[in-house]
């Protein structure tokens, strides 16, 4: 039998499930802001996670990383 309730964890937050998203990323400068951003939506809309993203710069020569580190 489950109980209903949210699990609570020694500091009082919700103990809920973590999701790591790792976006491994070359030469990306005109499709990672719009990306990012449907991704964030669609996380923000399903929000029984915790989750972060890393955006993993493979040493690109265009403004990829800029973008990703706003």
């Given at each position: 039998?489950t109980?209903?309730?949210?699990?609570?964890?020694?500091?009082?937050q919700?103990?809920?499930?973590?999701?790591?998203?790792?976006?491994?990323?070359?030469?990306?400068?005109?499709?990672?802001?719009?990306?990012?951003e449907?991704?964030t939506?669609?996380?923000?809309?399903?929000?029984?996670?915790?989750?972060?993203?890393?955006?993993?710069?493979?040493?690109?020569?265009?403004?990829?990383?800029?973008?990703?580190?706003?």
């Open positions: 039998m109980n209903k309730k949210a699990i609570q964890n020694n500091y009082g919700n103990n809920r499930p973590t999701v790591l998203i790792v976006l491994p990323v070359y030469n990306e400068e005109k499709a990672l802001r719009r990306g990012v449907r991704l939506s669609f996380l923000r809309d399903h929000n029984k996670y915790d989750w972060k993203i890393v955006i993993a710069d493979k040493n690109t020569h265009d403004n990829t990383g800029n973008i990703g580190r706003e």
